[in-house]
């Protein structure tokens, strides 16, 4: 049998103290690393910064390589700024950098990084429209309302939101969802993992939506139809397509064109004559009134590998599968959508 250790009170005592004491280094060493670390933030607080911006400018730019989250604003103001907040030691400011060439102004953020931060540009209304934007936000989420004349947004792991009207609208993003509404000449957007939200869109050109995976959902208003044509594709996701209805976008955009009304149903050409040589207004596009004179007419053509396509029955005459001859005259909105993984709805106002 194996022999029993007999240890004295001594030593029985003195071991109980050890394990005691080392108990206690054990508890405490978290504890002291709370009260360092609470000790450290006493010094913490808001911190903020704000820079002029120029009043001529024609282009910003924001070159980041942070999470700081970037917005846009346009207000009413003569005088355009940048302001950047964020959580860090009091008494040592963020290092807001704004560049100026020629008419191009360039935002930049250096040195540390602050907690919560958030990077915000104020763009004069009145003159916002000649102003077009390049955003790079980082892993921080991009947010833009108001007037531009363009819009680029990329962004490496974070949201994009723009709400208001631009000429052109580019965004990228490696991940996170893409929301646009409002009033656009054309959008291209592509994302590798998110969805894209297009929420009441009027637009007048053209819609190139790409995702790697992620839904797309593009739900016009009757404002406008893109004259270029639609185009939708996602590797795994689910396509949903709201078109408007021709006869009442091409109502409106004629209108707003200059070339009148009653031009279509002529087989001579005459209607289209007539609108080019209607007195467009400044910016009208002349292509754009030849186009609008013709009855439209759209040209949908929808697959999904793996999936089903769900086309609404006052739609199918538009089928680019069927044998027709109703596009004959006419202008023709090509409509292209495609997925391998996920089902495709198609719907009209």
Known sequence: MPSTVQL???????LRALIVIAAIIVILIPVGITVAHGVSRLGYGKVEVTEPLSASMTDLQFALDTGAEVVVRTTQTDAPSVTLTGTGPRGEA??????????????????????????????????????????????GTIDVAGDFREVLAQSDGGEIDIHGSADRVRTTTDWG??????TFGSIESKTDVGAFDGIDLAVRDRVDVTSTTGAISLDFSNQMVP?????????????????????????????????????????????????EEAENP???????????????????????????????????????????????????????????????????N
């Open 227 to 275: 004259l270029s044509g639609i185009v939708a594709k996602a590797d795994e996701g689910v396509i949903e397509v709201r078109l408007p209805r021709l006869d009442v976008a091409r109502s409106t955009m004629a209108a707003a064109a200059g070339t009148g009304e009653g031009t279509e149903g002529t087989d001579d050409g005459a209607g289209a004559a007539g609108a």
């Open 94 to 139: 963020p290092d807001l950098e704004v560049r100026e060439t020629g008419t191009t102004t360039i935002v930049a953020v250096t040195g540390r990084d602050f907690e919560n931060a958030r990077i915000e540009a104020f763009v004069p209304a009145q003159t916002s429209d000649d102003v077009a934007l390049d955003l790079s936000g980082g892993y």
């Open 282 to 348: 400044d910016g009208a596009d002349p292509a754009a009134a030849a186009a609008l004179a013709r009855e439209l007419f759209y040209q949908i053509n929808a697959s999904s590998t793996s999936g089903t396509v769900d086309l609404a029955k006052e739609l199918e005459k538009y089928d680019a599968s069927r044998d027709t001859k109703d596009a004959e005259g006419k202008t023709v909105i090509p409509v292209s959508l495609s997925t391998d993984t996920g089902t495709i709805e198609i719907d009209e």
């Open 8 to 14: 004295n009170p001594s030593t029985r005592s003195t």
């Open 177 to 182: 969802m893409t929301t646009l509404s409002g």
